[in-house]
């Protein structure tokens, strides 16, 4: 069987995660989030993000999430702004569309929108009842082709946000990542400071399932689990995800899993860069899309799985290659040395 470099949920989970849920598998809990688990583990985040108010809700999948999040803060004639690259546009199924809401797309290079570019698209709309009215901002960090927003960039876009009532929403389904890139100067205190809402992923970075959606500002989230029940979210054993994500949280394992998935990576990015391939994003997390000959992608294809993500040319493609936290040193040098004799 090829080794599959296709996404970063391939394994199951981080032996820890296994190992608290074999540990704590016959303890009695309450259902539906109430149990001590996700109670932890909700405190774990407040503190983390220096907000004791916060609203923190845990559920399975990024999907999910995006639709509870967005589907619960919009009125029906409301629209979400958004990176063309953005999953909600590329990788949902029309799930925002599917609930009554238009997303106003942004055409970027790197995956990333501006202050700039909001305000192209409510200079296009109005405030008349003749056209939707643009009211939350969509961003992934990181990107969907591998970038990332730095401090300065949440900072700039979020006070932008607020001069326009906007609300601004962080995917964060390989938020770990995103704060692993010492460049990006993150934290999850400042990613909360500087948004409305985020998630944070665990499916994404060594947990089985599960997606923590945190509120910073708690006024938005009173009847967030009301949303919740209604779109079958729900979980009745809800202690499943409060136990992955107090697992991810004690001694910052989530970090230490982001760093490592975004090292690897990079070692491959470096091998490449010696045969001076070119990429189609300059990308430091656990993404990057090298420009290869069609010939040469062939040839990786007989022991490695990826996809090609887009044709360059009639010669030329770009593939995407992602490395997990379990991504092994031996498996990065054999695809090293394949690159190397390419």
Not at 31 to 47: I, M, N, R, V
Not at 74 to 82: A, D, G, R, W, Y
Not at 113 to 140: A, C, E, W
Not at 275 to 292: G, R
Request: glycine content about 6%; some cysteine; aromatic content about 10%.
């Amino acid at each position: 069987m090829k080794y599959s470099f296709k996404n970063d949920y391939t394994e199951a989970c981080h032996p820890r995660i296994l190992q608290a849920l074999i540990e704590t598998n016959e303890t009695q809990q309450l259902g539906y989030g109430q149990d001590e688990y996700c109670q932890q583990a909700t405190k774990l985040f407040q503190e983390k993000i220096k907000n004791e108010n916060a609203g923190v809700y845990f559920v399975s999948g990024g999907t999910q999430a995006n639709l509870l999040v967005i589907s619960s803060l919009l009125k029906p004639f409301e629209s979400v702004i958004s990176a063309d690259f953005g999953h909600i546009q590329t990788n949902e199924t029309g799930a925002i569309e599917a609930v009554g809401h238009k997303i106003n797309l942004i055409q970027t290079k790197d995956g990333k929108i501006t202050p700039s570019d909001i305000q192209v698209v409510l200079d296009k709309h109005p405030n008349i009842p003749h056209q939707v009215r643009p009211k939350l901002v969509y961003i992934s960090n990181t990107t969907e082709i591998g970038t990332h927003y730095s401090k300065t960039e949440l900072e700039k876009l979020y006070q932008f946000c607020q001069s326009k009532n906007l609300y601004l929403f962080i995917d964060g389904a390989r938020m770990s990542q995103a704060i692993a890139i010492p460049e990006a100067e993150l934290s999850l205190e400042i990613i909360a400071k500087n948004s409305d809402v985020f998630y944070f992923g665990g499916t994404k970075n060594g947990a089985l399932i599960g997606e923590a959606i945190i509120f910073n500002n708690e006024k938005l989230s009173e009847d967030f689990p009301f949303v919740i029940k209604q779109k079958g979210a729900m979980l009745a054993k809800g202690r499943l995800l409060g136990i992955q994500f107090l697992e991810l949280l004690k001694d910052d394992l989530y970090l230490e899993l982001g760093k490592h998935a975004n090292r690897q990576t990079q070692k491959i990015k470096s091998a490449f860069e010696k045969k001076n391939v070119s990429f189609l994003t300059n990308s430091l997390s656990n993404q990057i899309f090298p420009i290869l000959k069609n010939d040469h992608i062939k040839i990786l294809q007989h022991e490695f799985d990826f996809y090609i993500w887009q044709q360059i040319d009639a010669e030329h493609s770009a593939i995407r290659l992602i490395c997990s936290w379990a991504t092994t040193d031996e498996v990065v040098g054999q695809l090293i040395t394949n690159i190397e004799n390419l």
